[in-house]
């Protein structure tokens, strides 16, 4: 059973269009941590949120972490194909920068 | 700065074997661990270490050892591989235990167990 569950695990939509992931949980996390995964690459982060209720926001790229520190969105205004990759999202509990991954959200933005 | 650095790229093993994969960082970071990611479950944490001399266990730590004798380098030990290990094996460092702290991933080590 995974501790956090990321919604949905494909996504295919054209360039322009707008998407949303999600990230939840019943653990509360400290923080919250969105990475991108290129094909052959580690994980690169993209955003950290620790704050219940903050929202980032990095170009066309927001993030939101749920009030009560559990859950998780990633939306994207204006999909391009630049943005096509692996998403994930990362809860750390317990301390000591532990990380808890979600199975991630395979992107793919179509020309 | 070379960053996190892992060797090797690819391996493949005969259960029963042992290897080491190993991990190195240049940014005097004091965090370093081991992740392995398999289809459909994203990266698992094996083992961690806030600072040389000091390791920890993750959430899959059976079949694999590791130690930490300098801040640079965190090598991750199969004593004897079996099929069940066969993964993409990610070492990551950061520069403090603490909250948030970004961690910056290697480029992975593939290994296949026949």
């Known amino acids: 059973t995974q501790l956090l569950e990321q919604s949905p695990q494909f996504l295919s939509i054209q360039e322009g269009e707008n998407l949303t992931v999600y990230c939840n949980s019943s653990?509360?996390?400290?923080?919250l941590q969105w990475y991108r995964q290129e094909p052959g690459e580690g994980p690169v982060l993209l955003v950290t949120?620790?704050?219940?209720?903050e929202v980032k926001k990095l170009k066309r790229l927001t993030f939101q972490f749920g009030d009560a520190r559990k859950d998780s969105s990633l939306h994207i205004t204006a999909a391009q194909t630049g943005d096509t990759g692996l998403y994930l999202c990362?809860?750390?509990?317990?301390?000591?920068?532990?990380?808890?991954f979600g199975a991630g959200t395979r992107l793919a933005v179509h020309p | 700065n070379a960053g996190v650095t892992q060797t090797p790229k690819f391996q493949v093993l005969k259960t029963g074997q042992s290897m080491t994969l190993q991990c190195a960082q240049d940014?005097?970071?004091?965090?370093m661990s081991w992740y392995r990611q398999d289809p459909g479950m994203g990266l698992r944490l094996i083992h961690y270490?806030?600072?040389?001399?000091?390791?920890d266990q993750g959430e899959v730590p059976n079949g694999y050892n590791v130690s930490r004798s300098t801040t640079e380098d965190f090598p991750l030990r199969l004593l004897s591989a079996a099929p069940s290990q066969t993964s993409v094996y990610f070492c990551?460092?950061?520069?403090?235990?603490?909250?948030?702290?970004?961690?910056?991933f290697g480029p992975g080590t593939r290994l296949t167990v026949l």
């Open positions: 990551a460092s950061s520069y403090v235990a603490g909250a948030g702290d970004e961690q910056f």
């Open positions: 653990s509360v996390f400290s923080s």
């Open positions: 270490s806030v600072g040389a001399g000091i390791t």
């Open positions: 949120v620790v704050t219940g209720g």
């Open positions: 940014m005097n970071h004091e965090y």
């Open positions: 990362a809860g750390e509990l317990g301390g000591y920068n532990k990380l808890i």
